[in-house]
Nanobody, 134 residues
Framework: QVQLVESGGGSVQAGGSLRLSCAAS????????MGWFRQPPGKEREGVAS???????QYADSVKGRFTISQDNAKNTLYLQMNGLQPEDTAMYYC????????????????????????????WGQGTQVTVSS
């Protein structure tokens, strides 16, 4: 049974920082691409950052230079370091794992490319709220 559990959300003032964590279990962690998504109130879910099984990352333009996605494969944990937070970053943040979308073979191993499309992800956490005040 796949489980993704986010933590680390909270309320900060503009310019502050937060670090989100996502503990994954129930599957072979390295076999999936991982991603962070967010859904502001009244808006659709959008991709924030993703890391492929080749460790290549992808970021939304709105967070480039401020957010950093990383993972600890030994701990099956995904992170999102968020610096320079702004009120427009206020949203529910979700961790996701997926095997759909673009892939490539290298040798005898299949790699999954990073993606910011929710359609490329199969499993989702329950979300953690991030609120940034001005």
């Amino acid at each position: 049974q796949v489980q993704l559990v986010e933590s680390g959300g909270g309320s900060v003032q503009a310019g502050g920082s937060l670090r989100l964590s996502c503990a994954a279990s129930g599957y072979t962690y390295n076999d999936y691409r991982m991603g962070w998504f967010r859904q502001p109130p009244g808006k659709e879910r959008e991709g924030v950052a993703s890391i492929g099984s080749d460790d290549v990352t992808q970021y939304a333009d709105s967070v480039k230079g401020r957010f950093t996605i990383s993972q600890d494969n030994a701990k099956n944990t995904l992170y999102l370091q968020m610096n320079g937070l702004q009120p427009e970053d206020t949203a529910m943040y979700y961790c996701a794992a997926g095997r759909r979308g673009k892939t490539f073979m290298y040798g005898d191993r299949l790699y999954l490319l990073a993606s910011l499309s929710p359609a490329d992800f199969d499993y989702w956490g329950q979300g953690t709220q991030v609120t940034v005040s001005s």
